[in-house]
């Protein structure tokens, strides 16, 4: 059974790169046709989906974080790994790894569907 | 790119009906039939419930359907139970090979 774990710091510095990583465990990483996404929830809101990764390495990000986001796959350790640079206190949230859907359908490398997903984790963002 | 718009939140007594909408744009919702919807209850991770408009994952009650109309998706829940008090988020494939989430329904089952 695939299983989703994410990891990293819990607080980081107003300014600095949030990084975080995912693990993947019960399946492979980079097993034919993987999309794998990044959503996060600030406390009490609701989701927003950051940016996604899929096969051969093509990415796809949110708009209002697409200059500051980088989105991995390092298919040594079958991680995914989750950087965002310059941050504020209003990247404070509880971050998920998630993989899509395999019945869902995309579209130009977008996918909406997502039905494994790690516990999250929470990330302050406080000097 | 807008987040979907979703009532903050709906009720419903065990054994009803209820209807959560979600309103989008011709940039999404309308255009595509890629709408999905989410469960979450408190602390955990969210749980896929209907994909592709209203399709149910293998394992979702069919007491959850999904459906749409011009710009607007909706989910239906019938013969509520107490297990379906959460929060329930829609997803849409958006323009520009984007996804965008709705701002999120609070489920209450009275």
């Known amino acids: 059974q695939l299983q989703l774990q994410e990891s990293g710091p819990g607080l980081v510095k107003p300014s600095e790169t949030l990084s975080l990583s995912c693990t993947v465990s019960?399946?492979?990483?980079?097993?034919?046709?993987?999309?794998w996404g990044w959503i996060r929830q600030p406390p009490g809101k609701g989701l927003e989906w950051i940016g996604s990764i899929f096969d051969r390495g093509g990415t796809h990000f949110n708009p209002s974080l697409k200059s500051r986001v980088t989105i991995s796959v390092d298919t040594s350790t079958n991680q995914l790994s989750l950087n965002l640079s310059s941050v504020t206190a209003a990247d404070t949230a509880v971050y998920y790894c998630?993989?899509?859907?395999?019945?869902?359908?995309?579209?130009?490398?977008?996918?909406?569907?997502?039905?494994?997903w790690g516990q999250g984790t929470l990330v302050t963002v406080s000097s | 790119q807008s987040a979907l718009t979703q009532s903050a939140s709906v009720s419903g007594s065990p054994g009803q009906s209820i209807t959560i909408s979600c309103t989008g744009t011709s940039s999404d919702v309308g255009s595509y039939n890629l709408v999905s919807w989410y469960q979450q209850h408190p602390g955990k991770a969210p749980k896929l419930m209907i994909y592709?408009?209203?399709q149910r994952p293998s394992g979702v009650s069919d007491r959850f359907s999904g459906s749409k109309s011009g710009n607007t998706a909706s989910l239906t829940i019938s013969g509520l139970q107490a297990e379906d008090e959460a929060d329930y988020y829609c997803c849409s494939y958006a323009d520009g090979d984007t996804v965008v989430f709705g701002g999120g329904t609070k489920l209450t089952v009275l």
């Open positions: 019960g399946g492979s990483i980079s097993s034919s046709g993987y999309y």
């Open positions: 592709e408009v209203s």
């Open positions: 998630a993989r899509r859907f395999p019945l869902g359908y995309c579209r130009g490398g977008a996918c909406p569907s997502f039905d494994t």
